[in-house]
């Protein structure tokens, strides 16, 4: 279960950092609610996980799935570069996520 909420709260990652890029420095209202709803959420569920995962393995995991997260939306929704390159090392990012699952059980 703990795996579970680790990953949703790595999904409500890439929720609040998209909502960050439409908040113009928080002068949005509701970019920023999103935004600071999302990250309050995340840290929440972050600190669940916590309670039966180790603390480097869950911090890498949730940044991990965020910031994989927050590179596909960027090419997907918002036409950012989708070098080979680029492809490569967002596929080491998940590689290293399922590694850490794998040695952690």
Do not use: N
Request: proline share 3%; charged share 10%; hydrophobic share 60%.
């Amino acid at each position: 279960m703990a795996w579970a909420i680790l990953v949703g709260a790595g999904l409500l990652e890439i929720v609040w950092a998209i909502a960050l890029k439409y908040t113009d420095g928080f002068t949005r209202f509701w970019p920023s609610v999103i935004g600071i709803t999302a990250a309050a959420v995340s840290f929440f569920m972050l600190s669940t996980a916590l309670k039966s995962l180790p603390v480097g393995t869950a911090y890498a995991v949730w940044v991990g799935v965020g910031a994989l997260g927050v590179a596909i939306a960027g090419i997907v929704a918002l036409g950012e570069d989708a070098s080979p390159l680029r492809l490569g090392f967002l596929t080491l990012i998940l590689v290293g996520i399922i590694g850490l699952k794998v040695v952690e059980g």
